[in-house]
Nanobody, 114 residues
Framework: QLQASGGGLVHTGESLRLSCVVPDSAFSGLAMAWFRQAPRQRRGRTFV?????????NYADSVKGRFSISRDNAKNTVYLQMNTLMPDDTSAYYC????????WGQGTQVTVSS
């Protein structure tokens, strides 16, 4: 089970950096991603950002230019730098492999006040 960390309560325009340690020796060969689920969102988790084993990044349109995903293979860690946060970014954030191989953890809550 993966545990994301780094969430919190911020104001519009502020930044947060999320981290997720992946206790798997195959981490460097995995495409990883961040997902989020907003309060009362019925359709489940939605894709936010992904990074493949070669470091190629991709983003949901809603976060392009504001969020940045990165990885440190030496630390088995994937990060999500979130800048210019907006109230619509309020969600629980989860990390997983891009294909959701790992059991979902509890996520880390990000709340953006206006």
């Amino acid at each position: 089970q993966l545990q994301a960390s780094g969430g919190g309560l911020v104001h519009t325009g502020e930044s947060l950096r999320l981290s997720c340690v992946v206790p798997d020796s195959a981490f460097s060969g995995l495409a990883m991603a961040w997902f989020r689920q907003a309060p009362r969102q019925r359709r489940g988790r939605t894709f936010v950002a992904g990074i493949d084993e070669n470091g190629v990044e991709n983003y949901a349109d809603s976060v392009k230019g504001r969020f940045s995903i990165s990885r440190d293979n030496a630390k088995n860690t994937v990060y999500l730098q979130m800048n210019t946060l907006m109230p619509d970014d309020t969600s629980a954030y989860y990390c997983n492999s891009a294909l959701g191989h790992f059991p979902w953890g509890q996520g880390t809550q990000v709340t953006v006040s206006s």
